[in-house]
Nanobody, 125 residues
Framework: QVQVVESGGGLVQPGGSLRLSCTGS????????VGWFRQAPGNEREFLAA????????FVADSVKGRFTTSRDNAKNTVYLQMNSLKPEDTAMYYC??????????????????WGQGTQVTVSS
């Protein structure tokens, strides 16, 4: 079983930045792809970005490309989502999720098995 915990959310002004962290409890976390998603009230869960288990390949959705990046530090069992130039429409609960060991990174919720509880990001002046 892999427990995943997000942190780093909060209130930020438009144009500001936040870095979210996703930490996995198990030693196998470093062997799993990780995806980032968000969900605003009344909306479906939206895929944002993913990183492969090695950390040498990432994918960012067009909706946030140029503003969001993801990376990982396997020595710390942690994956990051760097968010820049934040907009009010980025306000949502942000989730990370871990996939199958040594498997390719995926682009939808069905590709991930272990989910965190989420961290709230609010962009407002």
């Amino acid at each position: 079983q892999v427990q995943v915990v997000e942190s780093g959310g909060g209130l930020v002004q438009p144009g500001g930045s936040l870095r979210l962290s996703c930490t996995g409890s198990a030693h196998t976390f470093s062997r799993r792809p990780v995806g980032w998603f968000r969900q605003a009230p009344g909306n479906e869960r939206e895929f944002l970005a993913a990183v492969n288990w090695r950390g040498d390949s990432t994918f960012v959705a067009d909706s946030v490309k140029g503003r969001f990046t993801t990376s990982r530090d396997n020595a710390k069992n942690t994956v990051y989502l760097q968010m820049n130039s934040l907009k009010p429409e980025d306000t949502a609960m942000y989730y990370c999720a871990a996939g199958r060991q040594y498997y390719r990174m995926g682009y939808g919720p069905q590709d991930y098995d272990y989910w965190g509880q989420g961290t709230q990001v609010t962009v407002s002046s």
